[in-house]
T-cell receptor, first 115, second 115 residues
């Protein structure tokens, strides 16, 4: 069974640009969560999608948005990039929404660098 | 008080010893607890999950949960150099702002196993 697939693996952007990251969950998993990981803040929750609906959102500005498609694939968009957005962005999938006692499994992440 | 707290380490143990990793959480209503291992430059990998008070063993790993003390730990027996990684504790908690559950991570404990 294929794992969680994130594309691209690496991305370099400049301030003010926007970026779209993609995540394909494990087959059969309908929940997709996104996290930002930085050395100072650790893993921070961005949002979770289940059945194309956003279930929850973390404390990030509105520049961070996402969506989920009918095949459970998810995209995350960051607009007007800032230097502080440089981070590893991780996607995790699960068969059920968070709280349903099913663990989340992570993809390899997208490392975003802002110049 | 932070939602999930871990000693940042580094924790250094000799090969063959028992490594003990600890985590406390603030939400008394939390029901699901997870341990992830993250090698440098890699994404988090699920090691254990525990939902009930007491111990849960899987090979060399034992997770311990004490809900009354809001404490969860991970023991690694017969530690190997390949166990050297950062261990992340994650707790499902209800988010009153978002109206649903979210997975909250500690900042991780860096473990080094010396040959």
């Amino acid at each position: 069974k294929a794992g969680v697939t994130q594309t691209p693996r690496y991305l370099i952007k400049t301030r003010g640009q926007q970026v779209t990251l993609s995540c394909s969950p494990i087959s059969g998993h309908r929940s997709v969560s996104w996290y930002q990981q930085t050395p100072g803040q650790g893993l921070q929750f961005l949002f979770e999608y289940f059945s194309e609906t956003q279930r929850n959102k973390g404390n990030f500005p509105g520049r961070f948005s996402g969506r989920q498609f009918s095949n459970s694939r998810s995209e995350m968009n960051v607009s007007t990039l800032e230097l502080g957005d440089s981070a590893l962005y991780l996607c995790a999938s699960s068969p059920s929404p968070t709280g349903g006692n099913q663990p989340q499994h992570f993809g390899d992440g997208t490392r975003l660098s802002i110049l | 008080q932070k939602e999930v707290e871990q000693n940042s380490g580094p924790l250094s143990v000799p090969e063959g010893a028992i490594a003990s990793l600890n985590c406390t959480y603030s939400d008394r209503g939390s029901q699901s607890f997870f341990w992830y291992r993250q090698y440098s430059g890699k994404s988090p990998e699920l090691i254990m999950f525990i939902y009930s008070n007491g111990d849960k063993e899987d090979g060399r790993f034992t997770a311990q949960l004490n809900k009354a003390s809001q404490y969860v730990s991970l023991l690694i027996r017969d530690s190997q150099p390949s166990d050297s990684a950062t261990y992340l504790c994650a707790v499902v908690r209800h988010d009153p702002q978002g109206g649903s559950e979210k997975l909250v991570f500690g900042k991780g404990t860096k473990l080094t196993v010396n040959p």
